[in-house]
């Protein structure tokens, strides 16, 4: 039987980025994915056969997080065939009154957009972008590190970013101010900073991508996903999201990898307290001489993959805090994918269409956000009044759809478990067929609202409920974050404290994933992260002194490099 020195199990793009580091650094490993091609959530697949030729993210598509990191560059991606585009504009927010919020990547334009209707709130814009980019500059270093890892932390910190860090937390005062930001919600900083409820509106609508109500308490964290937009930017792989996975695909299997499809794992083999492997749905096993790592979520690894007594024998107490511990509120999302003829015209709006590019964003108020989150959270569909994220990627690449035609992603907060339809539909979730076309039908009226040509546009459509998006995922109750993104369950708390370093209790058994730090998200950093936790383990003088130089080597490099226009 062959045996590897790291068996990781699921090929989605943190998996694919763990083995890379892996590799480079010597070591053999296979990837064992369950569905037929890899990528987990960051997929672009042809999926309606009746409209061949077009191509569908068919869960991530913006990325912002991975360029707050050195994931790209650090494996030289490029190399394999990966591009980014960047989009300009980056969000677009029609509102009910003719108003319209226009986010460009330049933050001058985006305020002389909002002076239109509102000078106050334009200058205010400016200071809340300048504010969130500071924190998110002083938060960066922790994010690409191993959360206990003070050496990596402090290496990651430049000039530039030491600066940011005290512009934010150099006094007390400043200090507690930070704080209490971070313990309050979204929607008490928007309305903090701003007047308008066109302005507002789709800011809540990105703040509550972190799968939460605008009115959280604990998460005004969320505020910063608009001002991300601006820098690093919005970016998409040409070709679709898959086009990451497959530049990470390349570089693993040139560096010896093996990536095995339809391998579904069904149980972690332990001997003496140790992980030694994994065993197949088709019963086969696959040997790992130093770790197995983990792309899965650690609820279902612990309850549902391993042996009870060999997770009691390590840690008593694991499972039963993995069980009640562990918050999932409910929130997932409904996918609609739609082969148009024509692209989106917003005629009432001044439209160009430009304006398309990024993302549109279907926010009519903050109010209307929170129903949007609420709902699902017990158990409710909100399509009374849908709010939704909006997607036409061949605005910004055309090779994603046959010459003048186009496609369209939709995201749509729903309920995993439907109240009052337990045990009914797929999985017992009350979702079936007919009540998701019904919700998407509600959905598309929504949209078409604002866009009247959407419906002589649709050629084709495809609708994935909750219940199948889990399914296809692997995703505990279709948390496609694993867990939600909550303060509680960020950095040196996620998934739960013994776990948030990557290790686990069991000798050679790791994570990695958006379970762990620093979540979910395009970003690459928990695989990035892990693969350096597992080279410490493994030669943890040699490892730390490599560590430290080339944080050095970075930090040097990021003061002396140009600064781009």
């Given at each position: 039987m062959k045996s590897y020195d790291v068996v990781i199990i699921g090929a989605g793009h943190n998996g694919l980025v763990c083995a890379a580091y892996l590799l480079k650094a010597g070591y053999t490993v296979l990837l064992l994915e369950k569905r037929s091609v890899p990528g987990g959530a960051a997929t672009t697949e042809e999926v309606i056969p009746e409209a061949p030729g077009f191509k569908f993210n068919l869960c991530a598509i913006d990325h912002e997080f991975i360029h707050l990191g050195p994931v790209v560059e650090e494996l030289e991606l490029e190399k394999y065939g990966l591009e980014y585009l960047y989009c300009d504009p980056v969000v677009f927010c029609p509102h009910p009154d003719g108003k319209y919020f226009l986010a460009h990547q330049s933050v001058e334009k985006t305020c002389a957009e909002i002076a239109r209707y509102n000078d106050r709130d334009a200058r205010k814009y400016a200071e809340f972008v300048d504010y969130w980019q500071r924190a998110i500059s002083a938060m960066g270093p922790m994010f690409n590190a191993p959360p206990k890892s003070v050496i990596d932390i402090l290496g990651n910190y430049n000039i530039p970013k030491i600066k940011d860090l005290l512009s934010v937390v150099g006094s007390s005062n400043k200090a507690l101010d930070f704080v209490r930001t971070m313990l309050t919600s979204a929607e008490d900083i928007l309305n903090e900073w701003f007047d308008e409820e066109f302005v507002k509106a789709p800011l809540a609508r990105l703040a509550g991508e972190l799968g939460a109500p605008p009115s959280q308490k604990n998460l005004a964290i969320g505020?910063?996903?608009?001002?991300?937009?601006?820098?690093?930017?919005?970016?998409?792989?040409?070709?679709?999201?898959?086009a990451l996975v497959g530049a990470l695909v390349k570089l693993v299997k040139s560096l010896g990898g093996e990536i095995l499809t339809d391998q579904q794992v069904k149980q972690i083999l332990v001997d003496e307290g140790r992980a030694v492997g994994v065993r197949v749905s088709t019963g086969h096993e696959y040997r790992a001489q130093k770790a197995v790592i983990s792309n899965i979520d650690a609820k279902r690894l612990f309850l549902s993959l391993m042996d009870q007594g060999d997770v009691d024998a390590a840690a008593p107490e694991l499972r039963e805090r993995l069980e009640r511990r562990i918050v999932n509120n409910n929130e997932t999302i409904l996918k609609i994918d739609c082969a148009l003829s024509e692209p989106l015209c917003f005629e009432r709006y001044n439209h160009r269409d430009e304006y398309t590019i990024g993302s549109v964003l279907i926010a009519d108020s903050v109010k209307h956000v929170e129903l949007a989150h609420t709902d699902p959270a017990i158990g409710r569909i909100p399509d009374s009044d849908p709010s939704m994220y909006v997607v036409q990627p061949t605005m910004l690449d055309p090779t994603m759809a046959p010459e003048g035609n186009h496609t369209l992603w939709i995201e749509f907060f729903a309920p995993y478990q439907i109240e009052g339809a337990e045990g009914t539909g797929l999985h017992g979730t009350g979702w079936t067929d007919d009540l998701k076309n019904k919700v998407a039908d509600r959905v598309l009226d929504k949209l078409a609202d604002y866009a009247p040509n959407l419906k002589k546009a649709i050629m084709a459509r495809r609708v994935e409920s909750p219940a199948e998006l889990g399914e296809r995922?692997?995703?505990?109750?279709?948390?496609?974050?694993?867990?939600?993104?909550?303060?509680?369950?960020?950095?040196?708390?996620?998934?739960?404290?013994?776990?948030?370093?990557?290790?686990?209790?069991?000798?050679?058994?790791?994570?990695?994933?958006?379970?762990?730090?620093p979540g979910g998200s395009i970003s690459g950093m928990p695989g990035r992260n892990c693969a350096r936790v597992f080279l410490h383990t493994q030669q943890p003088i040699a490892q730390t002194f490599r560590d430290a130089t080339e944080s050095f080597k970075s930090t040097m490099g990021s003061v002396l490099k140009p600064k781009k226009e």
């Amino acid at each position: 039987m062959k045996s590897y020195d790291v068996v990781i199990i699921g090929a989605g793009h943190n998996g694919l980025v763990c083995a890379a580091y892996l590799l480079k650094a010597g070591y053999t490993v296979l990837l064992l994915e369950k569905r037929s091609v890899p990528g987990g959530a960051a997929t672009t697949e042809e999926v309606i056969p009746e409209a061949p030729g077009f191509k569908f993210n068919l869960c991530a598509i913006d990325h912002e997080f991975i360029h707050l990191g050195p994931v790209v560059e650090e494996l030289e991606l490029e190399k394999y065939g990966l591009e980014y585009l960047y989009c300009d504009p980056v969000v677009f927010c029609p509102h009910p009154d003719g108003k319209y919020f226009l986010a460009h990547q330049s933050v001058e334009k985006t305020c002389a957009e909002i002076a239109r209707y509102n000078d106050r709130d334009a200058r205010k814009y400016a200071e809340f972008v300048d504010y969130w980019q500071r924190a998110i500059s002083a938060m960066g270093p922790m994010f690409n590190a191993p959360p206990k890892s003070v050496i990596d932390i402090l290496g990651n910190y430049n000039i530039p970013k030491i600066k940011d860090l005290l512009s934010v937390v150099g006094s007390s005062n400043k200090a507690l101010d930070f704080v209490r930001t971070m313990l309050t919600s979204a929607e008490d900083i928007l309305n903090e900073w701003f007047d308008e409820e066109f302005v507002k509106a789709p800011l809540a609508r990105l703040a509550g991508e972190l799968g939460a109500p605008p009115s959280q308490k604990n998460l005004a964290i969320g505020a910063m996903m608009m001002a991300m937009r601006h820098h690093p930017g919005m970016a998409r792989p040409r070709g679709g999201t898959g086009a990451l996975v497959g530049a990470l695909v390349k570089l693993v299997k040139s560096l010896g990898g093996e990536i095995l499809t339809d391998q579904q794992v069904k149980q972690i083999l332990v001997d003496e307290g140790r992980a030694v492997g994994v065993r197949v749905s088709t019963g086969h096993e696959y040997r790992a001489q130093k770790a197995v790592i983990s792309n899965i979520d650690a609820k279902r690894l612990f309850l549902s993959l391993m042996d009870q007594g060999d997770v009691d024998a390590a840690a008593p107490e694991l499972r039963e805090r993995l069980e009640r511990r562990i918050v999932n509120n409910n929130e997932t999302i409904l996918k609609i994918d739609c082969a148009l003829s024509e692209p989106l015209c917003f005629e009432r709006y001044n439209h160009r269409d430009e304006y398309t590019i990024g993302s549109v964003l279907i926010a009519d108020s903050v109010k209307h956000v929170e129903l949007a989150h609420t709902d699902p959270a017990i158990g409710r569909i909100p399509d009374s009044d849908p709010s939704m994220y909006v997607v036409q990627p061949t605005m910004l690449d055309p090779t994603m759809a046959p010459e003048g035609n186009h496609t369209l992603w939709i995201e749509f907060f729903a309920p995993y478990q439907i109240e009052g339809a337990e045990g009914t539909g797929l999985h017992g979730t009350g979702w079936t067929d007919d009540l998701k076309n019904k919700v998407a039908d509600r959905v598309l009226d929504k949209l078409a609202d604002y866009a009247p040509n959407l419906k002589k546009a649709i050629m084709a459509r495809r609708v994935e409920s909750p219940a199948e998006l889990g399914e296809r995922l692997g995703a505990l109750k279709g948390n496609y974050y694993h867990i939600d993104m909550t303060l509680d369950q960020m950095v040196f708390f996620r998934p739960l404290p013994e776990l948030a370093n990557y290790k686990t209790p069991i000798e050679g058994l790791f994570l990695t994933g958006a379970g762990t730090h620093p979540g979910g998200s395009i970003s690459g950093m928990p695989g990035r992260n892990c693969a350096r936790v597992f080279l410490h383990t493994q030669q943890p003088i040699a490892q730390t002194f490599r560590d430290a130089t080339e944080s050095f080597k970075s930090t040097m490099g990021s003061v002396l490099k140009p600064k781009k226009e």
